[in-house]
């Protein structure tokens, strides 16, 4: 079965310093994964992904993560984190060697991440 | 940004009413979703869509219902909505293996 572990409800860092949003996964075959993040009262917005390739993706506003098959993790990263950063993080994933093409997503229960001044 | 609509984005009413969420998305993409959040909590899939007259339930149990009757079109009724109904809902459409995209969402409260 997929599922999808963010082990820290809540990361608190200061502006300036380096972020790290956790997740693990697990499935059944070659993941493809997901990082969105979510404002108040906003849909989620994607941030970025990792289908195949090389292992560190870099995406929106300055994001990154990088993806290690033997810790089965996909961690997202940001040198200098900004208090704009501040919003719910969710990691997702995809197991397209599953059956059909469901297309289908399972999302981590999701971190709060609050960036002071 | 994404080509995926909501509405309404906040509804407040009775218990007992019905209530249609509206959802639109105009990249022509087969596959919708419906996903149910409660605040600061892990989304829930309650139905999904891959085309047209296609409508599957999800993993949590929703006393809604959904229909794609067109493509860029995906909407959730409650016949009888329910205090324990009061959520946020989200729709959200995809192609076969990329990324989903998000409406801004529908934050529903049942009186």
């Known amino acids: 079965a997929q599922s999808v572990a963010q082990p820290e409800d809540q990361v608190n860092v200061a502006e300036g310093n380096p972020l790290t949003v956790k997740c693990t996964y697990s499935v059944s075959g070659n993941p493809y994964l997901f990082w969105y993040v979510q404002y108040p009262n906003r849909g989620l917005q994607f941030l970025l992904k990792?289908?195949?390739?090389?292992?560190l993706v870099k995406g929106s506003y300055g994001f990154e993560a990088e993806f290690n098959k033997s810790q089965t993790s996909f961690h997202l990263k940001k040198p200098s984190a900004l208090v704009s950063d501040s919003a719910l993080y969710f990691c997702a994933v995809r197991d397209p060697d599953r059956g059909s093409t469901l297309g289908r997503l399972y999302f981590g229960r999701g971190t709060q991440l609050t960036v002071w001044p | 940004e994404a080509d995926i609509y909501q509405t309404p984005r906040y509804l407040v009413i009775g218990t007992g009413k019905k209530i249609t969420l509206e959802c639109s998305q105009t990249?022509?993409?087969?596959?919708m979703y419906w996903y149910q959040q409660d605040p600061g909590m892990e989304l829930h899939l309650i139905h999904y869509?891959?085309?047209?007259?296609?409508?599957e339930k999800g993993d949590l149990s929703s006393e809604s219902t959904v229909s794609r009757i067109r493509t860029e079109h995906f909407p959730l009724t409650l016949e009888s909505a329910r205090p324990s109904h009061t959520s946020q809902y989200l729709c959200?459409?995809?192609?076969?293996?990329?990324?989903?995209?998000f409406g801004e969402g529908s934050r529903l409260t049942v009186l």
């Open positions: 990249m022509g993409h087969d596959k």
């Open positions: 990792y289908i195949t390739g090389d292992n």
């Open positions: 869509s891959y085309g047209v007259n296609s409508t």
């Open positions: 959200a459409s995809s192609e076969s293996f990329g990324e989903l995209f």
